[in-house]
């Protein structure tokens, strides 16, 4: 029995577990340094003072309505960003006509910095929150659009002749062959497109927002309080990584049919996890 659990237990470290030991390090360290003088606590609050903070914001009830607009600013842009991307992608992966009339632009638009788009957006939008959507929208866009135009290109030639053959063409072709076949590769852009949302959310947030982590984190700086500087950057780590992982979990979902490197590994592990409990 005590060998069995002592198996899972290898079993769970080797497994998600394994991720957080760097961090738990980290934080460790952290505190330790505090505690011990070495970090100054006006620069760098001990993980404690953080906690604490994030503790008193949501007694005070500003926490929650924070995380609740930069969480809605996020799922807006990002939607608006997929599905611009999304169309465009397939346009310019499925046609040569419309990729070497669309790919030149948006390859230049991608080289220009976040904030270099703020001055513009506001003058156009103004500083509610069309303008903010649309910043983290500019941001989702561009790895969903890269990788839909390229997952395309490399859909196996063999599979479109085949469609053909069948009468499938323009739109349909694209819907029912193509973009299944892109899967893999739209996947990896959203997740992309996602994390870059979260790194626009911040940007969009300094755009006269009166709330939002971006807000809290900026308004941390202004009045000089460390700890809630980094209790929301704490917050973008937390809450990026939680959507990162159901995306992932979503698109291990939909890929399920492929047999590749990573299903089978997975499998081997889950058979691996059944071994174990059949042991206890």
């Known amino acids: 029995m005590r060998l069995a659990l002592a198996r899972i237990g290898r079993g769970a470290v080797s497994g998600g577990a394994l991720g957080l030991v760097l961090p738990a390090l980290v934080l460790g360290l952290w505190e330790a340094l505090s505690r011990f003088g070495v ?52 346009l310019t992966g499925s046609s040569p006509l419309w990729r070497r009339l669309l790919d030149p632009t948006l390859q230049a638009l991608r080289s220009i910095p976040s904030i270099a788009w703020v001055p513009i957006f506001i003058l156009w939008l103004g500083i509610f929150e069309a303008s903010k959507v649309t910043l983290i929208a500019v941001g989702a866009f561009f790895p ?78 202004q009045t000089g309080r460390p700890a809630n500087i980094l209790a929301a950057i704490l ?13 992932a979990a979503l698109g291990r979902r939909f890929t399920a049919w492929q047999d590749n490197f990573q299903h089978a590994e997975e499998k081997k592990g889950h058979a691996a996890d059944q071994a174990r409990l059949q042991e206890v």
């Open 144 to 221: 969903v659009y890269l990788q839909t135009m390229a997952g395309i290109q490399q859909v196996d030639r063999k599979l479109v002749e085949v469609a053909r053959m069948h009468g499938y063409g323009g739109v349909a072709l694209v819907r029912r062959v193509l973009l299944p076949a892109t899967l893999p590769a739209y996947i990896t852009g959203l997740r992309g497109g996602l994390g870059l949302a979260w790194m626009f959310v911040v940007a969009a947030e300094l755009m006269g927002a009166s709330e939002g982590l971006g807000f809290l984190l900026l308004d941390g700086q």
């Open 235 to 247: 917050l973008f780590a937390v809450f990026g990584k939680a959507s990162d992982l159901a995306l």
């Open 39 to 90: 970090a100054p606590p006006n620069l760098l609050p001990a993980p404690s003072s953080v906690l604490r903070a994030l503790r008193d914001l949501w007694l005070q009830g500003e926490l929650w309505g924070h995380i609740e607009i930069t969480l809605l600013r996020v799922l807006l842009g990002f939607l608006l960003g997929t599905a611009v991307a999304t169309v465009l992608g397939a």
